[in-house]
T-cell receptor, first 115, second 112 residues
Framework: DTGVSQDPRHKITKRGQNVTFRCDPI?????LYWYRQTLGQGPEFLTY????????KSRLLSDRFSAERPKGSFSTLEIQRTEQGDSAMYLC?????????????FGQGTRLTVV | EDKVVQSPLSLVVHEGDTVTLNCSYE??????LLWYKQEKKAPTFLFML????IEKKSGRLSSILDKKELFSILNITATQTGDSAVYLC????????????FGTGTLLAVQP
């Protein structure tokens, strides 16, 4: 499978624990995005990378959230001291550099449940 | 504030009906508009629209963009139960930031 892959697909954690998600983008894509989606809502932008550089972070991304893409390939999203409000689907997407806009392809997501 | 608004929020139709989903946007530095279909998993790409008035078509689905009036429509003809999903509209914008802004989606239910 050469699409975007995310791991794990599901994660249940107790409040206060730390969790880390991984995203492997399409290999030739240099842009990588993290989104969060809650029930009945569209995906909300969290952050994005061009190669290894994190170029933008949303206000939604509190200090408990950190994302890395150390070698410009896979990325990790860590949530520290999880709260019940962090329960959501975390989606990763990747795309090429664009001039007039290009398709972004999404992974299957990681569904986080904080109990 | 940049935003993407979709309507209706939900829609129930019978197989064979034709549906039109709407997406309006207010986005600075508009680049392109994308439509996605989302079933119980990640969004899957349908169309990308960059130029006004040029219809994109794929089977029973088609879409068009009006950059003057800042909206797009997604049409589905001869609907089937497999078309049941959330349809998401998203806009790329350029300038200092490069990200997709999504609408809340339209939930389409096609009944047999």
């Amino acid at each position: 499978d050469t699409g975007v892959s995310q791991d794990p697909r599901h994660k249940i954690t107790k409040r206060g624990q730390n969790v880390t998600f991984r995203c492997d983008p399409i290999s030739e894509h240099n842009r990588l995005y993290w989104y969060r989606q809650t029930l009945g809502q569209g995906p909300e932008f969290l952050t994005y990378f061009q190669n290894e550089a994190q170029l933008e972070k949303s206000r939604l991304l509190s200090d408990r959230f950190s994302a890395e893409r150390p070698k410009g390939s896979f990325s990790t999203l860590e949530i520290q001291r999880t709260e019940q409000g962090d329960s959501a689907m975390y989606l990763c997407a990747s795309s090429l550099d664009w001039v007039r806009g290009t398709e972004a392809f999404f992974g299957q997501g990681t569904r986080l449940t904080v109990v | 504030e940049d935003k993407v608004v979709q309507s209706p929020l939900s829609l129930v139709v019978h197989e064979g009906d034709t549906v039109t989903l709407n997406c309006s946007y207010e986005v600075t530095n508009f680049r392109s508009l994308l439509w996605y279909k989302q079933e119980k998993k990640a969004p899957t790409f349908l169309f990308m629209l960059t130029s006004s008035g040029i219809e994109k078509k794929s089977g029973r689905l088609s879409s068009i963009l009006d950059k003057k009036e800042l909206f797009s429509i997604l049409n589905i003809t001869a609907t089937q139960t497999g078309d049941s999903a959330v349809y998401l509209c998203a806009v790329w914008y350029g300038g200092a930031t490069n990200k997709l802004i999504f609408g809340t989606g339209t939930l389409l239910a096609v009944q047999p």
